[in-house]
């Protein structure tokens, strides 16, 4: 099966600066790549996804870069307002039927 | 509202109940999913369902946990003997072949 590490698990940054999140995954065979917010009490929502034949996407101010050589991906967050606090959860899929997801960063966005 | 709905949004149960969720997914949705999300964790996989096909299934769900989607649109997840280690939120989601998934609010599970 699959296996997704995220770091760090909380991440405090000032209003303005940037975040960035980081997951591994270990199979090689996954090739789509969601990311999701999820504030608290409610339901995850999907932010942005990539997929394997794309290095970089990027929407306003979020951007997912993927490695498949070193099995990793990282979302950015630029220009981070306080509207950004939530957890964050990577998530790949695997053998098309399966998502498994990282355990989670709560991020803090300080005004 | 044309989005994923669940029923209960909260159930408090006694060990030893049986429970039943249901999951409405967005109508042209064929994919539909099934996860458990413990307090400080990510969503974990149950289980999969492609059209009424159940396709996948964790290990995670032993023999006391069915899941059902009998005409390929709407799910049911039934848990028999209820545990406490059950006490979690579960989540639906439905998609279509572009994998994007929508989640619906949960159903919050609290086993006595």
């Known amino acids: ?111 | 509202d044309t989005g994923v709905s669940q029923d209960p949004r909260h159930k408090i149960t006694k060990r030893g109940q049986n429970v039943t969720f249901r999951c409405d997914p967005i109508s042209e949705h064929n994919r539909l999913y099934w996860y458990r999300q413990t307090l400080g964790q990510g969503p974990e996989f149950l289980t999969y369902f492609q059209n009424e096909a159940q396709l996948e299934k964790s290990r995670l769900l032993s023999d006391r946990f069915s899941a059902e989607r009998p005409k390929g649109s709407f799910s049911t997840l039934e848990i028999q003997r209820t545990e406490q280690g059950d006490s979690a939120m579960y989540l639906c989601a439905s998609s279509s072949s572009g994998n994007e998934q929508f989640f619906g609010p949960g159903t919050r599970l609290t086993v006595l």
């Open chain 1, 1 to 111: 099966g699959e296996n997704v590490e995220q770091h760090p698990s909380t991440l405090s940054v000032q209003e303005g600066d940037s975040a960035v999140i980081k997951c591994t995954y270990s199979d090689s065979a996954s090739n789509y790549f969601p990311w999701y917010k999820q504030e608290l009490g409610k339901r995850p929502q999907l932010i942005i996804d990539i997929r394997s034949n794309v290095g970089e996407k990027k929407d306003q101010r979020i951007a997912v870069t993927l490695n498949k050589t070193a099995k990793h991906f990282s979302l950015h967050i630029t220009e981070t307002q306080p509207e950004d606090s939530a957890v964050y959860f990577c998530a790949a899929l695997y053998n098309f039927n399966k998502f498994y997801f990282g355990s989670g960063t709560k991020l803090n966005v300080k005004p």
